[in-house]
C-alpha cells in the first residue's frame, strides 16, 4: 500500500499484538497433546470459563467466525431446523451460504439497527407450526452488530425470554464481543451476557488475534459431541495450542477488553471529529464501527489516501461509509482522517 | 508430561520451527488485505508454484488438512461424484466422515502397503456405469502414505494415465509430502509429481509450521470459483497473512525439506536401531512414520517413558506400533528408544 | 368428513380423474423397462415437448412438486450457488427447508401480487458481486402463484431477459400451470412460455393426477446427467410408467387444460357470487386460487360447513380466507358455499 | 418387447396386481386429508401394526425405497454417525450415493452369503472410538437380501442383541420382506421381526404395488418428528391416499404375502428345472431372485429370448446370472425359460 495511506476497511489488517505474538513463540519445543488438549488450550478455557462467571460448560477454540457459526449449526440444530438472524447478520450475507451449505434455512428478519427484536422471533416461532415449513430453533445475533450497535441488557433479556419459553437457542456471534463489552452503550458484563444466552463466542481475529474464535456452550449435552462435529468440519486444529496460547495470552489481565477499549477509543475519536465537521451517523457510533454519512466528492478525496468501504447511497449525493478501527490504529492515523474531512 | 518422557505419537506435538516464528513476528504492523491477497501469500504462492514447476496455476492456504481435503470434494465434485481412496487413506477413517458429510461416497479400496493401484481405479471406474451409482470422479492419494510408504514414480505414471483415461481428477493429501520427496524410497521430484497430477497439497503442520497447508490447482477452470468454495466451509482466514507468511519461511532456501529430512532421519536412526535389536516392521521404513511389530512386553515397558500408538495385534503376542518422528525430534530421544528397545 | 360438507382446502382432496385411472389400469401385465424409460413415459415426454413447441429437450416424471424442486436445485446449482423466489413462494414457506437441506440459499424476495419482479432479480444480482457471498444462479417462480395470480406475457419475457443478462436460470414450478395457461388473465400459450423459460414442469398432482408431476428441461447439457440426481434424491420410480401413463391420459386431447378450465370456472362462480354478496378479494381472482375477505362472524359459520384456510387477519375484524377448487369441484358444492356467503 | 419375448430382470416389470389397481378406483371422489392423513393410509398403517404384532408404532407410506432409506437415515443419525451394510446392499451400490448425499458414510462389510453379521458390527462399533472417526448408529439389513438369501432367526437374535448392547438402530429394508416371510429358508415370523428390530419397511412396489413403501417405527420418539424429514425430502406425497389403498389392499387377507408366495414358487420352479438340467447356483436359490451359473454359450442363446442380468463372470467360461420373479410371472414362461435350458 503508499506510503501514508491507511486502512479503516476492518479490524484484521494488521497481524496480532504483541503480547499475543510473544505466548505463540513460547515453549515452542515442549510437547503438547493435539487437538485442543493442550496445556495453553485447556487455560484459556479455564480463564475463558472464570471471566464469563460459569461454573462448568465447553470452550472450543476455532480458526475462525465462519467455520465457528457453521460447527454450531451443524452440531445444534436437526436437519428440518432453522435459525432466526437480522438481514444484516453475518451468516446472512457474509459467509457465502455456509449455514444453508450445512442444510439450514436462515430466516432474514428486518434490521432494526443491526438488531433482531423479541417480537420479530416470536413472530417467526408461531407462524412456523407444522411440517410443511421449517421449525425455528437458534436465534443468531451479534454482538456489536454489524452495524456496529450494542444490543442492551433489556434487548438481551427480551430475547433470552422468548427463546426460553419458546424452546431456542440464543447464540451470541461474539467477533468483535470485546468492542461491544467495553462500549458506554453497553450496560452488560461479560457474566451477565452468559447468563441470558445459551452459547457465545469471544472473537479474536478482529481483537489482536492473529486467528481464533473461542466458543462457549454453557450447558452442553453429554450427547452432543462436539468434538466430533468440530473434525467433521475440518474445525479441530492439530496444533490446538496455536490459539489456547492465543487465547491465554488475551485473557490474561484483561488484554483483550484493554484492545478492544483502545479500537473504541479510536472510533470515538473520529466520530467525534466527524460530527464536528457537521457530518452525521447512518448508526449512533458506539463501537470500533461507525458509519458516517459523507459528500460523495468528500468521499472520493479520501478515498486517495485512505481505506474504507461504501455502504450505502445515499439521497442528495451524500454516501454512507463504513470506518473500523482496531487495536493497532494509531491516534496519528485518526487524526489524520479528521483533518482530511474537516 | 512427565520429564524424561518423549513422544513419538505424531509430528505435530511441538509448536513451530524458529523460522516460521520469525515470519509471523515480523512486520506486524503492516497493514495488508484479508483472505488470503496478503502480500506474504502472494509471495509464497509464487515460489510454491515455481518450486513445482508449474508456469501457472492457483494456490491457496488452508488452515488443516481435513478442511483442506473437504474444499477439494465440495469444488471438484457434482452431487452424484465419488473419490477413490486406499481403506488406510486419512480421509477414510481419521476425518469424522467429512467427505460424506459434504456429500460424497468415498470407495474405500483395499489397501496395497498404503497405496491404491491403477488397477484398483480401473476396477471401480469399470464397473460403476449407470445412474443407479454415483459416478467415480476423483482418486485420493496421501504422498507419503498413511503406512509410511511412498509412491513410485512408475506408480504414480500408472495411476496418472488411468485418470486421464477415465476422466478422474488425481489429487495428492501432502500432509507428509515433504517426508515423502526427501525419502531414499521416492524417485520423483516435486516437478515431476506436479506433472502427473491434477490437484496437490503441501503440509505445513506436520512438518514444522504452526498450521496450515497450501493447495496447489494446476489447471483451474475459470468456472470453478475454488475461494467461493473456501469462504462457504469456513476456510478462508481473514488474516490469510497467518499461513503466508509460514510457508514463506518454509519455502525459503528449502527450509520444508530440510525439516523433512531431518524426521526421515531420526526416524531412519530409530529404525536402524530396532532393527539391530532383531525386530522387524509391518511396513518397510522410509519416511517418518516407521512401524515396528514388538513383543508385547517390551512395549507396555516402553509405553511407561514414551509415546506412541498401539497400531495393530500380531499373532503371537505381538504388537504393531507406529513412532512418527518430526523436524522436532533429537538424536537424544531417538537414542533413548533405541537403548529401551535394545 | 361429515355428509354435506365440502373442502375448498386444496385442490388433491380427491384422487384422480377417471382418465387417468384408466389409463393406470391399461396393458397392466405388459412387461415393460423401469425408471421412466417404458413405453407410456417415452410417449408421454414426446407428447409434451410437441405440446410445448419444442423440437428437443429432456422429460422427466417424479412424484411431487417438492420433489421435483430439490432435484432441480441439486442439478442446477453449485454449492456456492442460490435461488431467488418471491417469499410467497412454495420453495421458501411450504417445502420445509428442502432446498436448503440440498445445500442452497433462497433469497426471499417482497411478493408483488405473489410475483417476482425483473428489477428484485436484478438489484441481488448486482449486490451479490464477491465469494464472501453466495452467487444467485437460479429465479423460481410459480405460475400460476401460490396468490393465485398469473405472470403476465411481459412480466416473463422481463425475467427472461434479466437472466439471460445475468447468466441465470429461469425455472418454473408448474405446480398449477394448467390453470395458468387457460385463465383469462394470462396472454401467453405454453409454447410462448417453453420459449421465455429454461426449465419448468407441468403439475400433474392439483390437475387430475393422482399424483407426478412432468419435469421439461429444454437445453439439457450432455454433462448434466440430470438422471443421476433423481436417482440420488429417490426421484427415479421403479415403475415409471405409473407417471407416465397418466400424463399420457392428461395430455391426450389436451384433457390437462379442461380438467384447469373447470377449476379456474368454479373458482370464478364462486368469486362472483362472493363478489356479489358485496365482499372484496385480497388478490384479482383469476385461477383456482381466490382469496375473499369476509366477517369474522361470516368465517366461522362457513366453517361449520365447508374447508379452507384462514389465510390472513385482516384489520378491522375481518379474515382473508382461500378457496380453492380443482377439476372435481361441483356446481353444488360452489353454489351452496354461495349462498352460505350471501 | 418382441412377442414370446420374456424378462427375468426384475420385480417392478408389469404394473401392479388387479386388487391394488381395483383399491385406487375406488371412491376416488370422496375428498380425504392429503399427506398421508387419509383414511386409507390411517386403516392401512393399522391393518400392518396388527400383522406386526405392534400394539403402538408409527406407519409412514413413501414413493420408492431409496426414497424411504434415505430419509430413515435423514431422520435417525446426527451428521458425525454413520450406517453399517454388506457391500452387497442396496444403499451400497444402488442407489447413487443417496446415503452419502445426505451426509452420512456407510460402511461397506464384506458381505456373507448376502448378510451383514452380529461379529462385523462388533468389529465396526470397536474400532471407532473417537471424534476422528465417524459412529456407527444404523446397521441395514435387506430381507430378503440382494442375494436372494434371507436371514434366520438366530442370525437376526445375534444382530439385534449386538446392536442393543452398541447403542445401534438396527433397520431392515424389505423391499422383498414378503418374499422372505413365505420363504422355506424363513424361520421368522413379520411379529417375530418386529419385536428384533427397530425400523422396517414392507415393500409394495417388488411385490405388487404400482409403487410404494410402507414404513413402520416401532418405538418413535415425541422428538423425532418424522414428518419433518418426510416433507424436507419430498417424500410426503399430497394424495397420500394413493399409497394407503395400495397397502389396504395389499394388507387385506394377506395378498401381499400370497403375491410374495407366488413368486417364490416360479422361482422355485424355475431353480428345479436349471438344477435338473446340471446346473449349479451361486447362491441358494430360496427367494424370488435366484443366481445359476450356466455356460457362456447358453447364456447367449437364452438372451435372444429371455430378459435377465449377467451378475458375474465365473472361471471356466461360466456365467452368473441373476433370475427375478414376480406376482406375475406366469408357469408358461417359467417352463419355456427351463426348457431352453434343458
Redo the contacts between chains.
Keep these: 500500500?503508499p506510503s501514508g495511506y491507511?486502512?479503516f476497511k476492518?479490524d484484521?489488517?494488521?497481524?496480532?499484538h504483541?503480547a499475543v505474538?510473544e505466548a505463540?513463540?513460547r515453549?515452542?519445543?515442549?510437547?503438547?497433546?493435539?487437538y485442543g488438549e493442550d496445556s495453553a488450550s485447556v487455560g484459556a478455557a479455564e480463564a475463558l470459563l472464570q471471566a464469563s462467571g460459569l461454573t462448568r460448560g465447553e470452550v472450543h477454540f476455532i480458526?475462525?467466525?465462519?467455520?465457528?457459526?457453521?460447527?454450531v449449526a451443524?452440531?445444534f440444530l436437526?436437519?428440518?431446523e432453522?435459525i432466526i438472524a437480522a438481514e444484516s447478520g453475518h451468516i446472512c450475507?457474509?459467509?457465502?451460504?455456509?449455514i444453508?451449505?450445512?442444510?439450514?434455512?436462515?430466516h432474514?428478519v428486518p434490521q432494526v439497527n443491526g438488531k433482531v427484536t423479541a417480537e420479530q422471533v416470536l413472530k417467526i416461532v408461531t407462524t412456523h407450526t407444522d411440517?410443511?415449513?421449517?421449525?425455528p430453533r437458534l436465534v443468531y445475533i451479534s454482538q456489536s452488530t454489524e452495524l456496529g450497535s450494542v444490543y442492551s441488557r433489556a434487548e438481551l433479556e427480551a430475547l433470552s425470554q422468548v427463546c426460553r419459553q419458546s424452546g431456542l437457542i440464543l447464540y451470541v456471534d461474539g467477533a468483535r464481543l470485546g468492542s461491544a463489552l467495553v462500549s458506554a452503550a453497553s450496560d452488560t458484563t461479560l457474566p451477565e451476557l452468559a447468563k441470558l444466552v445459551d452459547v457465545f463466542y469471544v472473537g479474536g481475529?478482529?481483537n489482536g488475534a492473529?486467528?481464533g474464535e473461542a466458543l462457549v456452550i454453557k450447558d452442553p449435552s453429554p450427547e452432543h459431541?462436539f468434538?466430533?462435529?468440530?473434525?467433521?468440519?475440518?474445525?479441530?486444529?492439530?496444533?490446538g495450542?496455536?490459539i489456547g496460547a492465543q487465547f491465554e495470552a488475551l485473557l490474561s489481565d484483561g488484554v483483550w477488553l484493554t484492545l478492544a477499549r483502545h479500537a473504541n477509543t479510536m472510533a470515538a475519536r473520529l466520530a467525534t471529529g466527524i460530527s464536528r465537521a457537521g457530518h452525521r451517523f447512518a448508526y449512533e457510533p458506539v463501537t470500533n464501527q461507525i458509519f458516517p454519512i459523507l459528500p460523495t466528492a468528500l468521499v472520493q478525496q479520501l478515498e486517495q489516501r485512505f481505506?474504507f468501504y461504501r455502504w450505502g447511497q445515499e439521497s442528495g449525493g451524500a454516501v454512507t461509509i463504513r470506518l473500523v478501527t482496531s487495536w493497532?490504529t494509531s491516534e496519528e492515523a485518526v487524526d489524520l482522517f479528521v483533518s482530511a474531512v474537516g
Tied chains: 1, 2, 3, 4.
Excluded: W
Design positions: 500500500m491507511f486502512s476492518n484484521y489488517a494488521e497481524a496480532a504483541p505474538l505463540l513463540c515453549d515452542t519445543t515442549t510437547q503438547e497433546p493435539g480458526a475462525g467466525g465462519t467455520l465457528t457459526n457453521l460447527v451443524a452440531a436437526k436437519p428440518y432453522s450475507l457474509h459467509e457465502a451460504g455456509a444453508e451449505a450445512i442444510g439450514h434455512k436462515v432474514h411440517e410443511h415449513m421449517v421449525r481475529t478482529k492473529l486467528f459431541h468434538r466430533y462435529h468440530l473434525k467433521q468440519r475440518g474445525a479441530l486444529l492439530a496444533k495450542r496455536a481505506g493497532a
